[in-house]
């Protein structure tokens, strides 16, 4: 397992203006300089989305964003209640809707989806090129996928 730090976590509630909220969390915690921070803002975005729109969160129930560095990698965490069929790559891309997994899935290193009791947890890694100008440790939380 990498070790890396945790940045922090963020309970949203199924609404649609938590978008928003996840997104200025990712920036205040990764930095205006971080190099992953416009991938990783636009994959957080679009998950906290779909947790909006297709889980049994909608409506005010709550999302989580779990956020962390783990060195030339962030990885993170959006927990929601779960519901319907889950999150699946739809066939077209070119469609109203629906093309949140694909950019997930052209951005991201990895990702997964994890079923658990009370929900399921969408993970995805986001990796960069540590720069000098990066400060950020290499001690802390465990950065292994689906780790939060």
């Keep these: 397992m990498r070790k890396g730090r945790l940045l922090g976590a ?10 928003g909220l996840a ?23 679009e998950v906290v989305t779909n947790s909006i729109v297709h889980s049994d969160s909608a409506h005010g129930g709550k999302i989580t964003v779990v956020l962390a560095d783990c060195h030339d990698f962030v990885h993170v965490d959006v927990v929601d209640a779960g519901g319907g069929d889950g ?3 739809r066939d077209d891309e070119s ?13 991201a290193h990895r990702w997964a989806v994890r079923r ?4 399921r947890t969408l993970w995805f890694q986001v990796a960069y ?8 440790s290499q001690a802390g939380t465990g950065c292994a996928p689906g780790a939060g």
């Excluded at 920036?27 to 975005?45: F, I």
């Excluded at 809707?97 to 997930?104: D, E, K, P």
């Excluded at 658990?116 to 929900?119: D, E, K, L």
């Design 10 to 19: 963020i309970e949203l509630k199924g609404t649609p203006e938590s978008a």
């Design 95 to 107: 469609g109203e809707g629906g093309r949140g997994l694909h950019i997930v899935h052209m951005l």
């Design 87 to 89: 999150p699946h790559l």
């Design 129 to 136: 090129q540590r720069g000098s100008g990066d400060r950020t």
């Design 23 to 45: 997104r200025t969390f990712v920036s205040d915690k990764l930095g205006q300089t971080h190099p992953a921070l416009d991938d990783v803002t636009l994959l957080v975005s």
């Design 116 to 119: 658990h009791a009370t929900g």
